[in-house]
């Protein structure tokens, strides 16, 4: 069974940072690329970041590019967000899912994980 | 700024049928957009129902479909159900490593 753990969410003050963690299990994390979305209370779904499966290409979603840094540990089955100059409006569930296969074609997330709150509040 | 578009809300009828839609600001959606569509209720994580247009998704029923009508993706849900009531959400694949979240549509079953 597909198992994405979220964790590392929690309230933290304007300008400050906040790294997120993904444990997968249930299938082989090396073989599939990964994505981080997010959803602030009350409202729908932003994409925010993908990874391909070696970690060579990562993109970003123009809101957060330059402030967050996606990555991932292959040997920790492990995927990570780093949020930097964090803003208000970046309180949200963040959620990781997976991608099928090692590239982002044929361009879906097939499996979520449950979510972690980040609040950014002084 | 591409904005992708879906209806607020929508309402069926138990048993009835509903299209919901997923457009562009600007220009039409096609296959190559590779939209993909996903179902979340309140304080649940999304659940992937359709992806490339109109592939559903392991163990999705097949009263659940996908389309381009027009110039739009399109979920169809035939026979209604009332745990369809749900938020209903497409993407789009905008190329160069970036997806675009519509809005969101939230059905009612009633």
């Known amino acids: 069974e597909v198992q994405l753990l979220e964790s590392g969410g929690g309230l933290v003050q304007p300008g400050g940072s906040l790294s997120l963690s993904c444990a997968a299990s249930?299938?082989?994390?090396?073989?599939?690329?990964m994505t981080w979305v997010r959803q602030a209370p009350g409202k729908g779904l932003e994409w925010v970041s993908v990874?391909?499966?070696?970690?060579?290409?990562?993109f970003y979603a123009d809101s957060v590019k330059g402030r967050f840094t996606i990555s991932r540990d292959n040997s920790k089955n492990t995927l990570y967000l780093q949020m930097n100059s964090l803003r208000v409006e970046d309180t949200a569930v963040y959620y990781c899912a997976k991608l099928p296969f090692l590239e982002l074609s044929p361009y879906y997330f097939d499996y979520w994980g449950q979510g972690t709150l980040v609040t950014v509040s002084s | 700024q591409t904005v992708v578009t879906q209806e607020p809300s929508f309402s069926v009828s138990p048993g009835g049928t509903v299209t919901l839609t997923c457009g562009l600001s600007?220009?039409?959606?096609?296959?190559?957009?590779?939209p993909s569509w996903y179902q979340q209720t309140p304080g649940q994580a999304p659940r992937t129902l359709i992806y490339?247009?109109?592939t559903r998704s392991f163990g999705v029923p097949d009263r659940f479909s996908g389309s381009i009508l027009g110039n739009k993706a399109a979920l169809t849900i035939t026979g209604a159900q009332a745990d369809d009531e749900s938020d209903y959400y497409c993407v789009l694949y905008m190329g160069s490593g970036i997806w675009v979240f519509g809005g969101g549509t939230k059905l009612t079953v009633l």
């Open positions: 490339s247009t109109n």
């Open positions: 990874i391909n499966a070696s970690g060579g290409s990562r």
């Open positions: 600007s220009g039409s959606v096609s296959t190559s957009y590779y």
């Open positions: 249930g299938f082989t994390f090396v073989n599939c690329a």
